[in-house]
């Protein structure tokens, strides 16, 4: 009786939806010898670094300089990091979020039960990086809203100059 009730239900619930393809994430070479050098000089007993894929984002970012997903092993740079303005950031952004794959899903949790992915756990690890002040002054700023504002306008330029180029060919 109860496989038979297993098996209405297995029939009753709709089918699933096919998996849209992954596209494939290559890793940085640039981003990753920086991310080696962090952890060899921070984290040397953290191996299990290495492992992670650290590449550029594919879209456009605004408000986020970089993201680290713990279960993917995967850290995300934003492309406007690249401008020359804001390229002196890339190595204390790339240690921001390896303190954070350093902490891992063992992050504090607060009285409600969010996870408290700043806490003080965190910022005692990311106080050992000596840029970490400078950089967060940078922010504060507006210097990443800089950073964002010449990227797109380098960016428009390129794709003008790109588009009368081709017009006139």
């Known amino acids: 009786m109860r496989i038979l009730r297993q098996i209405e239900l297995l029939f009753s619930r709709p089918a699933p939806k096919p998996r849209r393809h992954r596209r ?17 000089e921070f984290f040397p007993e953290y191996v299990e670094l290495d492992s992670y894929v650290v590449t550029w984002a594919s879209r456009p970012q605004k ?12 850290v995300n740079v934003a492309r406007e990091l690249f401008e020359p303005a804001a390229s ?6 790339l240690y921001h979020e390896m303190c954070h794959a350093a902490i891992g899903m063992a992050v504090q949790t607060s009285a409600s039960g969010k996870r408290l992915w700043h806490g003080a756990e965190f910022r005692r690890l990311e106080a050992r990086h000596p840029d970490i002040p400078a950089m967060n002054a940078w922010i504060q700023s507006g210097g990443w809203a800089m950073a964002v504002r010449s990227y797109r ?17």
């Open 24 to 40: 494939v994430v290559r890793r940085d070479d640039f981003l990753y010898g920086l991310w080696l050098n962090l952890r060899q």
């Open 63 to 74: 408000r986020v300089l970089a993201s680290c997903n713990i279960r993917a092993r995967r």
């Open 88 to 93: 002196r950031w890339i190595a204390p952004v």
């Open 153 to 169: 306008a380098r960016r428009a330029w390129q794709t003008r100059v790109t588009t009368q180029q081709n017009a006139s060919l």
